[in-house]
């Protein structure tokens, strides 16, 4: 059975740092999302990572895929108090299994 | 275009109720799915479905059902809610082989009391 692993589950970072979030999954797949939740809000698709050695940047995050690995990383850059957020990632193997999600609270 | 509409946004039943949560998607896409999330925790999928007729279980099925009778509708069926179902569930739906995310709908907040 697939299995998604995230670390860490809480971060607090201050704001400036740098910080990466790791996502390990059990089984083969070339498909990895990564996606945002506010509180109390719905699931806002971040990435897709569709092969070995993808790599994706939007403003302050980069997401890449190692897939001999299982292994997905998403970096922060100079972390701003807008990112605070939960953030999940996900693996498709015919259907989509999420990670317990990171919770990252950017402190000033 | 509306996405992904989930119906009702909140919910209190009682124990034993049953009711339907309804799920349509106006973006033609195949593959459907039914997630819950716990207070603080991540996404647990409850069924899926790749097209209209066919329905397939995910990591939490029991105490629910499902039917896809058309592309569109994704409803979920709890049939004796019990307080374990309190949770929030989210619909969503991909084309297929996609380079894009899964939409996902705004929630129902459920409580069972």
């Known amino acids: 059975e697939l299995k998604v692993e995230q670390n860490p589950l809480f971060l607090s970072m201050q704001e400036g740092k740098n910080y990466t979030i790791y996502c390990n999954y059990s089984?083969?797949?070339?498909?990895l999302y990564w996606y945002r939740q506010d509180p109390g809000k719905s699931l806002e698709s971040l990435f897709v990572?569709?092969?070995?050695?993808a790599v994706k940047q939007e403003g302050r995050l980069m997401a890449s895929l190692d897939t001999k690995a299982r292994l997905s990383t998403l970096h922060i850059t100079a972390a701003v108090h807008d990112l605070s957020a939960t953030y999940f990632c996900?693996?498709?193997?015919?259907?989509?299994?999420f990670g317990a999600g990171t919770r990252l609270t950017v402190k000033p | 275009n509306a996405g992904v509409t989930q119906t009702p946004k909140f919910r209190i039943l009682k124990i034993g109720q049953s009711m339907t949560l309804q799920c349509t998607q106006d973006?033609?896409?195949?593959?459907m799915y039914w997630y819950r999330q716990d207070p603080g925790m991540g996404l647990k999928l409850i069924y899926y479905?790749?097209?209209?007729?066919?329905?397939d279980k995910g990591e939490v099925p029991n105490g629910y059902n499902v039917s896809r009778s058309t592309t569109e509708d994704f409803p979920l069926r709890l049939e004796l809610a019990a307080p374990s179902q309190t949770s929030v569930y989210f619909c969503a739906s991909i084309r297929g082989a996609s380079n894009y995310g899964y939409t996902f709908g705004s929630g129902t907040r459920l409580t069972v009391v």
């Open positions: 089984t083969t797949s070339d498909r």
């Open positions: 973006m033609n896409h195949n593959y």
């Open positions: 990572l569709l092969s070995n050695g």
């Open positions: 996900a693996v498709d193997n015919n259907d989509m299994r």
């Open positions: 479905s790749v097209g209209a007729g066919i329905t």
